[in-house]
């Protein structure tokens, strides 16, 4: 199996997670699917910097660091019975807006020099309760997109 996909239990009934206030089953879902996204990340050598940094525009699901490098990285869920990947609904304007968030993001924390990558998370449930999570480094870039 490829090293950058793996397959994790996720089950609400168990009480494995617990989120207050969130009573719909989406957010359960996709909150589950980032804790399992970032300590994929973190067994892979990267550094959870921040989660869910929040701007008026939008939302950053995750803040990491690869080193020097600063990497943004978008968590998407999407069921298996839907057709196509969770990479499919990362558009040219969600690519777009993340990076205007990085810019954003880098700005606000007073970072005036950075290397930057973009990175995506791409979370599958299965019905029997396991994640397939793949883990795209450098999924896109900002050239040609600001």
Excluded at 98 to 121: G, N, P, S
């Amino acid at each position: 199996m490829d090293p950058r996909i793996e397959l994790w239990t996720f089950s609400a009934v168990d009480g494995s997670v617990t989120i207050q206030g969130m009573g719909d089953p989406r957010h359960v879902l996709g909150r589950a699917a980032e804790d399992a996204a970032a300590r994929l990340l973190e067994r892979s050598g990267l550094r959870i910097v921040a989660r869910n940094v929040r701007f008026r525009h939008g939302e950053i699901d995750l803040v990491c660091r690869d080193r020097e490098v600063w990497v943004f990285v978008e968590v998407k869920c999407r069921q298996e019975r839907w057709g196509d990947g969770p990479g499919a609904a990362v558009s040219w304007w969600k690519r777009r807006r993340l990076i205007r968030l990085a810019q954003h993001y880098l700005k606000w924390m007073h970072i005036t020099e950075a290397h930057c990558r973009f990175d995506l998370v791409a979370v599958t449930p299965h019905g029997d309760g396991r994640f397939e999570i793949r883990h795209i480094p450098a999924a896109f870039d900002a050239t040609g997109v600001v």
